[in-house]
């Protein structure tokens, strides 16, 4: 974990310490050349997301922005122990997102144009991807002159470079990760057997000899003598009727 701290803090303070210096070289829309049109630093704020799309009412984004985050933040803490280059992946995530999470927490009191949660973003790094006509073939857009040219920051390359090291390394964590549960279930099942009792161990004590059984109380001997006596009396009866019976018989 310290390195996923380390990295999501070089990259917190670097994102920071560019936009500072924008903010304190540039004015709003000022475009510098840097190698020709293809890469300028041009001083834009974005309100929003990306493509300064917005949603809902102002602060909005900010809170989607924290919890997006926090879940990022809480699953690097559950995958903390797992493959390394993935997991140095997310802290680029992780530190893409805290760099511009402060922007639109903090600068528009800092700045003076609004209120906490409410500030813009600060880009500066822009670069030409494409610029032409779009084929007449494609529809809507067809025949139309079309520019690419993100204007984004550190933090946002931060986040991209996050995103494909997360693409090139998460097969390699799931495949290490599904080998180390399974080195885990494969330790645990023998000493389970070992400690398991064979059957025949259990069967074989109805064979042993337990001994003599205890006397029976005195109490119970006398009932159970109580009891006995009316049945032998009665069993005794037919054979007094046929001693009497064969006296006739002997005169």
Do not use: C
């Given at each position: 974990?310290?390195?996923?701290?380390?990295?999501?803090?070089?990259?917190?303070?670097?994102?920071q310490?560019?936009?500072?210096?924008?903010?304190?070289?540039?004015?709003?829309?000022?475009?510098?050349?840097?190698?020709?049109?293809?890469l300028?630093?041009?001083?834009?704020?974005?309100p929003?997301?990306?493509?300064?799309?917005?949603?809902?009412?102002?602060?909005?984004?900010?809170?989607?922005?924290l919890?997006?985050?926090?879940?990022?933040?809480?699953?690097?803490?559950?995958?903390?122990?797992?493959?390394?280059?993935?997991?140095?992946?997310l802290?680029?995530?992780?530190?893409?997102?805290?760099?511009?999470?402060?922007?639109?927490?903090?600068?528009?009191?800092?700045?003076?144009?609004?209120?906490l949660?409410?500030?813009?973003?600060?880009d500066?790094?822009?670069?030409?991807?494409?610029?032409?006509?779009?084929?007449?073939?494609?529809?809507?857009?067809?025949?139309?002159?079309l520019?690419?040219?993100p204007?984004?920051?550190?933090a946002?390359m931060?986040i991209?470079?996050?995103?494909?090291?997360?693409?090139?390394?998460?097969?390699?964590?799931?495949?290490?990760?599904y080998?180390?549960r399974?080195?885990?279930?494969?330790?645990?099942?023998?000493h389970?057997?070992?400690h398991r009792?064979?059957?025949?161990?259990?069967?074989?004590?109805?064979?042993?000899d337990?001994?003599?059984?205890?006397?029976?109380p005195?109490?119970?001997?006398?009932?159970?003598t109580?009891?006995?006596?009316?049945?032998?009396?009665?069993?005794?009866?037919?054979?007094?009727?046929?001693a009497?019976?064969?006296?006739?018989?002997?005169?």
């Open positions: 974990m310290s390195r996923v701290f380390l990295i999501s803090g070089i990259v917190v303070l670097l994102d310490a560019t936009k500072a210096t924008v903010l304190e070289m540039m004015y709003r829309e000022q475009s510098i050349p840097i190698l020709g049109d293809w300028r630093f041009t001083f834009t704020e974005n929003g997301m990306a493509f300064g799309i917005t949603i809902g009412p102002p602060g909005t984004v900010t809170v989607l922005a919890i997006a985050t926090g879940l990022v933040g809480a699953y690097i803490y559950q995958v903390r122990h797992d493959y390394a280059p993935y997991l140095w992946s802290a680029f995530i992780l530190g893409g997102a805290l760099g511009n999470i402060i922007d639109r927490v903090f600068y528009g009191v800092l700045l003076d144009y609004g209120s949660f409410t500030g813009r973003v600060v500066f790094i822009h670069v030409s991807l494409w610029q032409g006509f779009i084929p007449r073939g494609i529809p809507f857009l067809g025949g139309s002159y520019e690419l040219f204007i984004w920051n550190v946002d931060s991209v470079l996050g995103v494909v090291g997360v693409m090139l390394f998460h097969q390699t964590f799931h495949m290490r990760r080998a180390r399974v080195k885990q279930r494969a330790a645990v099942r023998p389970a057997v070992q009792e064979a059957p025949g161990a259990v069967f074989s004590d109805l064979t042993q337990l001994g003599t059984p205890p006397a029976m005195p109490a119970l001997s006398s009932s159970n109580l009891r006995r006596g009316p049945a032998r009396s009665a069993q005794s009866r037919p054979d007094t009727a046929a009497r019976s064969s006296a006739p018989e002997d005169g």
